[in-house]
């Protein structure tokens, strides 16, 4: 399982939203830390093919994602940033349909169905009206169908937008649990949603993937007269340091 990026590039008019990314992601966790209009959404955009590149390849295991088509997108699991969710359906419903675009019928669909509803902690609100979820709830059944088909690269994009602490640590404890043998890219602006469950983190800014490296290798690499925000140096003064102003 390996997933390579080679000098993908993506422009809207004269801005670079992506410039030149390279970088081979194999199982694990990758955590992709940057401001708001960093490139994170639009890094996750050309990946599943919604937007088009203008440059550079996608590699997954050794073919172009775009030879690949429909065998690609039935390893992918995606929860975008920008959700529309169906507020009229049953989450166990919304998790059907969910299953179904991605080729899954009868006894296999029921069963995933439950198991990711079972993993996302939602077995008792099956049969709600996802318009009636909490923020949290609602996360949680954008991430099921995100798990649905058993994807071997899992796309979360800012996954704990709007989450109480509380509801943060339960995505974040899942997702650790979830990552085994898969290939896990989530983006954040806030540090600790990654700091102890990312095997890598991306540091991106304007476009540029600025660094990447584990959390230890990243804090090890701050400069020596790097005064710490607080105690010792943490992966918050990482963000301050490289993708500060
Ligand atoms: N559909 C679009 N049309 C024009 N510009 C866009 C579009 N999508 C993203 N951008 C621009 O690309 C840059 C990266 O955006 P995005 O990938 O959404 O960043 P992030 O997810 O890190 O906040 C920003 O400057 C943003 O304004
Ligand atoms: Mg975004």
């Known amino acids: 399982m390996k997933l390579e990026l080679e000098h993908v590039t993506k422009k809207y008019g004269d801005t670079a ?31 599943t093919d919604n937007v088009k590149r203008d440059g550079g390849s ?15 997108r039935s390893v992918l699991g995606y929860m975008p940033q920008q959700q529309g969710v169906y507020e009229q359906m049953t989450a166990e419903s919304f998790l059907s349909y969910m299953g179904r675009l991605k080729g899954l019928r009868g006894r296999e669909l029921r069963q995933q169905v439950g198991e990711v509803l079972e993993l996302t902690n939602l077995l008792d609100a099956r049969h709600k009206k996802v318009g009636s979820f ?29 989450l109480d ?8 404890t899942f997702i650790k649990e979830l990552s085994e043998d898969m ?19 991306l540091l991106m800014k304007k476009g540029e993937l600025v660094r990447v490296d584990t959390p230890q290798a990243l804090i090890a690499s701050l400069p020596a007269d790097w005064r ?8 918050e003064d990482v963000y301050l340091c490289f993708l500060g102003d």
Do not use: W
Request: glycine residues 10%; hydrophobic residues 45%; proline residues 5%.
């Open 228 to 235: 710490p925000v607080m105690g010792t140096p943490s992966l």
């Open 134 to 162: 909490s923020g949290g709830m609602r996360q949680r059944v954008l991430l099921a169908q995100a798990l649905m088909g058993e994807p071997e690269v899992l796309l979360l994009d800012e996954p704990t937008a709007g």
């Open 58 to 72: 996608i590699l997954y295991d050794g073919e172009d994602i775009l030879d690949l088509g429909d065998r690609f």
């Open 165 to 172: 602490p509380r509801e943060r640590v339960r995505i974040r």
């Open 17 to 47: 939203a992506l410039r030149d990314f390279t970088l081979t992601f194999e199982p694990g966790i990758y955590g992709i830390l940057g401001a708001n209009g960093a490139g994170k959404s639009t890094l996750m955009s050309l990946i």
């Open 183 to 201: 290939i896990v890219l989530l983006t954040t602006h806030i540090v600790t949603d990654i700091e102890s469950i990312a095997d890598k983190v």
